[in-house]
């Protein structure tokens, strides 16, 4: 599965070369020219790394920081880039919260490096149960119960469900899900569909209410209560 990438950066040219070459390496790379567009895509989507470059023209890529750290409940892992190369300029930006810290010029390979390896850090650190409501995934052993019932899924099934359980309680959208199960071997319209299907009749059907709901015109998100 790609790893996703946040790159929040307002240097247009230096943005370019990094989302060229992430997405070389099999990153999928979203981009925010600013720190208030980066806020509103990490409120909107899940992400496994954020490479944020500190001087940014509205807010403070500091703030932009702390406000990341303070409101998501997974932690994101931040690399923060920045021309400024003290010591005490790294101090306030670990203060604030980010994990690495890369100073300019920087070679695009290492970025791609520390971003590998932020993500696999966060992965060994994350919880290995995941509860929303009634519904509980772990993670490490890949079982699922609802109200203590055990659920057996495919592994697929339970790869798509875990993608939701990470967004939630946020929509992931269906090209979303698309390009993180299946990447570029996406079989046919239909497959995604199919999934879901038997997602609900093991999840949902012999139970009180819906847990995963569709949202038009978007994908598909979990709830946790009817």
Request: glycine share 4%.
């Amino acid at each position: 599965m790609n790893r996703r990438i946040l790159l929040i950066e307002d240097n247009h040219a230096i943005a370019q070369q990094l989302c060229d070459f992430l997405e070389q390496e099999n990153f999928q790379v979203d981009y925010a020219c600013n720190g208030r567009i980066g806020l509103n895509l990490v409120r909107k989507n899940p992400y496994d790394v954020i490479v944020l470059d500190l001087m940014l023209p509205d807010i403070d890529g500091i703030e932009v920081c702390r406000q990341i750290k303070a409101n998501n409940e997974t932690l994101i892992p931040i690399l923060m880039l920045t021309a400024r190369d003290s010591l005490s300029d790294k101090g306030v930006g670990f203060d604030s919260g980010a994990d690495d810290y890369l100073t300019k010029p920087f070679e695009l390979q290492e970025v791609a490096m520390r971003c590998t390896a932020l993500a696999r850090r966060q992965q060994l650190y994350q919880s290995k149960k995941i509860v929303i409501g009634e519904l509980e995934l772990d993670t490490q052993q890949h079982f699922v119960k609802r109200k203590e019932q055990l659920i057996n899924l495919s592994a697929m099934d339970f790869k798509i469900l875990m993608l939701l359980a990470k967004a939630y309680p946020n929509a992931l959208s269906r090209t979303d899900i698309i390009a993180q199960v299946w990447g570029d071997d996406f079989p046919d319209s239909d497959v995604l569909r199919s999934h879901i299907y038997t997602l609900r009749n093991a999840i949902d059907k012999s139970f009180e209410y819906p847990i995963i709901k569709t949202i038009h015109g978007v994908g598909f998100k979990l709830v946790s209560e009817q």
